[in-house]
């Protein structure tokens, strides 16, 4: 299978967040998949969709998963006008790329289109894993 042709043939998954945003937001195409090896792609999984933090320099974990604290996460760890990259579980979903303070302002709509994510703040080096029922962990991605 060509996950290449796949990936992002459902961007109604992501209508709403993208409704709210409008052209603030960048819809990635594979071709864009080295944001994906500056971020997740550094990490092994635990299970099918859990990152493997061992080693990494974890700045932060909690288990609440709310909008509200996806929030104040971006806040905490994002610079100002800092770019974000969103990546979702499924592969069919297409990645985002859109600001920092957008990914707070519209927290419910990122975290309603897929049970799991991950926020990567770009300048920062920061990534947010968001495990829907399990909570958020944030930390630094080795370069």
């Not at 929030?71 to 994002?78: I, K, N, P, T």
Request: charged content about 15%; some cysteine; glycine content about 10%.
């Amino acid at each position: 299978m060509n996950v290449g042709k796949m990936y992002g043939t459902h961007p109604g998954a992501i209508a709403a967040l993208l409704d709210a945003v409008g052209e603030a937001a960048m819809v990635l195409s594979f071709q864009y998949r080295t944001f994906a090896a500056l971020s997740v792609g550094r990490f092994g999984a635990v299970g099918s969709t859990r990152l493997d933090w061992a080693g990494a320099e974890v700045i932060e974990r909690c288990e609440l998963f709310d909008a509200d604290e996806l929030r104040r996460l971006v806040a905490s760890c994002a610079g100002a006008d800092e770019l974000a990259v969103v990546f979702w579980s499924n592969l069919a979903v297409p990645s985002v790329a859109l600001s920092a303070a957008l990914v707070a302002v519209q927290a419910e709509a990122v975290l309603g289109c897929s049970p799991e994510c991950w926020i990567y703040l770009v300048d920062s080096g920061v990534l947010i894993e968001f495990q829907d029922g399990e909570g958020f962990t944030a930390g630094r991605v080795s370069h």
